[in-house]
T-cell receptor, first 114, second 111 residues
Framework: NAGVTQTPKFQVLKTGQSMTLQCAQD?????MYWYRQDPGMGLRLIYY???????DKGEVPNGYNVSRLNKREFSLRLESAAPSQTSVYFC?????????????FGDGTRLSIL | RKEVEQDPGPFNVPEGATVAFNCTYS??????FFWYRQDCRKEPKLLMS???SGNEDGRFTAQLNRASQYISLLIRDSKLSDSATYLC????????????FGTGTKLQVIP
């Protein structure tokens, strides 16, 4: 019962370094999402992919890029990490266009930028 | 006004008590509603969907009031294991899910 799998679970970077967060789902969902969660801010959408081949900006896209590699995989890239990007990152997936279809989350990547 | 608003709490209740949370939303076109539970430093997990007629799952009851634009979650016979943050989630449907998460209400059940 893998569901949504994120790697890595923890990462420490230096300012200016780049890295890619990986996400894969095995539920055959069309839509995938990347969120960040900061204390007192709740979950904020970074980017989403409504279906394979499409990506769109969410609420806080600056400093990030994404790739929907195939239906299963959706990666998030930090090109030049900044301390403000220290956060917990969650990937999620859901069926598209269906009422009452909830999002399913991975267990997160805890990222610290020094 | 925030799209989804919740009282952050914390709600400190004794074991066995009944506790209720409300969540208000601003977009009257919202179509789907959910309650999620999030434990400290863990991912959000779906607790239950919220249906127009209201729905129950064991000790948990969810209600939707479209006229006043709020949803509620009632927990009966609180257990220590219910201690968590409860997130209200509202979505527009159509093409993709534009989903908005509340910042959560913290519940602490006390022995």
């Amino acid at each position: 019962n893998a569901g949504v799998t994120q790697t890595p679970k923890f990462q420490v970077l230096k300012t200016g370094q780049s890295m890619t967060l990986q996400c894969a789902q095995d539920m055959n969902h069309n839509s995938m999402y990347w969120y960040r969660q900061d204390p007192g801010m709740g979950l904020r959408l970074i980017y989403y992919s409504a279906s394979e081949g499409t990506t769109d900006k969410g609420e806080v896209p600056n400093g990030y890029n994404v790739s929907r590699l195939n239906k299963r995989e959706f990666s998030l890239r930090l090109e030049s990490a900044a301390p403000s990007q220290t956060s917990v990152y969650f990937c999620a997936s859901s069926d598209r266009g269906q009422r009452n279809q909830p999002q399913h989350f991975g267990d997160g990547t805890r990222l610290s930028i020094l | 006004r925030k799209e989804v608003e919740q009282d952050p709490g914390p709600f400190n209740v004794p074991e066995g008590a009944t506790v209720a949370f409300n969540c208000t939303y601003s977009n009257s076109a919202s179509q789907s509603f959910f309650w999620y539970r999030q434990d400290c430093r863990k991912e959000p997990k779906l607790l239950m969907s919220v249906y127009s007629s209201g729905n129950e799952d064991g000790r948990f009851t969810a209600q939707l009031n479209r006229a006043s634009q709020y949803i509620s979650l009632l927990i009966r016979d609180s257990k220590l294991s219910d201690s968590a943050t409860y997130l209200c989630v509202v979505s527009l449907t159509g093409g993709y899910q534009k989903v908005t998460f509340g910042t959560g209400t913290k519940l602490q059940v006390i022995p």
